[in-house]
């Protein structure tokens, strides 16, 4: 039998396969798009990070009821963010810090379990953190809060309720009971998480 010039040249089944050695099926690495991989990912790593890093003091730092006012009590809520600041005013009851120094708060509890604070700075309010202080909290952080998230269906209503004037003279009156405040956790640094909002001494926001 004749065989074309250009055929294939005959397989030789006498020779056997070596089946040991799996063939390589690795993919060849792209550096250039593991770098853009990693720029995508890394938003999301810090956002973990972050919730993580919330979560943790959330479960081992101290909770403290502290009252709060707002910028403008006829405009407190503005989209669905309950803009505020804390009321030192209202929990500092002593204490000085020199104006060169990084101050902070030494909170304690009075007779009445009604959050207190002496302002001092911060080496001598953790120096006392271990005793007269319950917890410390730095100055600047209290006075970073500035904004507290609103569910749209709760959103209209504490509107009609700040309007209408329950919460609307917020530090107008310094022996009346605050009718608005937060929780904050206060960790073993200083710093601080908010937790809750609460209106007239409830969850402001109920839990689902």
Known sequence: MNTPADAP??????TPVDLSTPADTTLPFNRPMAIRLAILLLPVIVLAALIGYHEKNLAAGDTW???IQGFDPRDLL????LRFRLDLDRIVTRGSCPKDEECCLCLTLDESDKTQAQRLDCPAAF???????GAV??????????????PEDRAQELDRILRGGRGGG???DKEKEPRMAVEIVV???GGAVLKGLLLDGQPAIPEP
Request: glycine share 12%; charged share 30%.
């Open 9 to 14: 040249p005959p397989v030789d089944l006498s």
């Open 65 to 67: 009821r502290i009252p």
């Open 78 to 81: 503005k989209g669905h963010y």
């Open 127 to 133: 120096g006392r953190s271990h005793g007269k202080c």
């Open 137 to 150: 909290l730095r100055e600047e952080v209290a006075r970073g809060f500035s904004q507290y998230f609103i």
């Open 170 to 172: 917020m530090g107008a």
């Open 187 to 189: 960790d073993k640094q």
